[in-house]
């Protein structure tokens, strides 16, 4: 009980820790890839939506990666759950 | 609970908002490339569609009205033309999953720099990709929940 305590203590003046060291929202060290893509996305993929334009083309293999885990979950509980047809 | 059935009310809701739901899960996936959203969220909108649906009228009766096959079919097909229109980019052009389609009358319009209310024909695969995503994701959650749900009742 007591190392429990002692662990929950730790973990959570870690996440404080975190949580004040955690770098200020918007600056960013190093923004080549985020100018290149805010400039060029337009053109480069003709979609107003850079969000869609990063997760469809210029990540696209994630995305394809993405798809291929989403059916395998289904194709695996397809056949886990599936009724037989003939009894 | 009579056969799993929620009460008269709840079976009339659910029926008057399943259309709408659906309208708008078809929004989002053809608005991928313009408005937040895309193929994910669409599909899992109308899967939860579906979801209302089961919850409001029990399994039963959603099983002779969606049939397994079809929904595991249509699951593949997205997924068919997902990898077909990534490879089509390696033919066509460099790279894989290029967007070959930037310039060219079919969703090829180039959108003004800057924000803009956006252009339906534009974005190149996004869209094509985005609806392939969006009837795999529609298909697969649909089939998950009630296979899910029709696996309580095996004897």
Known sequence: MKAKA?????????????????HPFGDVKKSNMDDYIIMHSQNETAANNVVTSVVFDYRGYDTLGEATVLFT??????????????? | MNDG?????????????FPFVVIFSFYVIMHGHLTPGGGFQGGAIAASAVVMMIAAYGHKMMEGRISEDGLS???SIGAA???VVAFIGVIMAASFMY???VGTPLFGEIPPFGGNAGI????????ILNIAVGLKVIA?????????AMAGDKK
């Open chain 2, 81 to 83: 033309i997902f990898a």
């Open chain 2, 99 to 101: 967007n070959f389609l």
């Open chain 1, 73 to 87: 979950a289904i194709a695996g509980s397809l056949i886990t759950l599936r009724r037989e047809k003939n009894e």
């Open chain 2, 73 to 75: 079919m249509a699951e």
């Open chain 2, 120 to 127: 339906l024909n534009s974005g190149g695969i996004l869209p």
């Open chain 2, 5 to 17: 059935r929620m009460s008269i009310i709840v079976r009339t809701i659910a029926t008057m908002i």
């Open chain 2, 140 to 148: 697969g959650l649909a089939a998950v929940v009630m296979i899910m």
């Open chain 1, 6 to 22: 002692i662990v929950f203590v730790i973990f959570v003046a870690f996440i404080i820790y975190a949580a004040v060291k955690i």
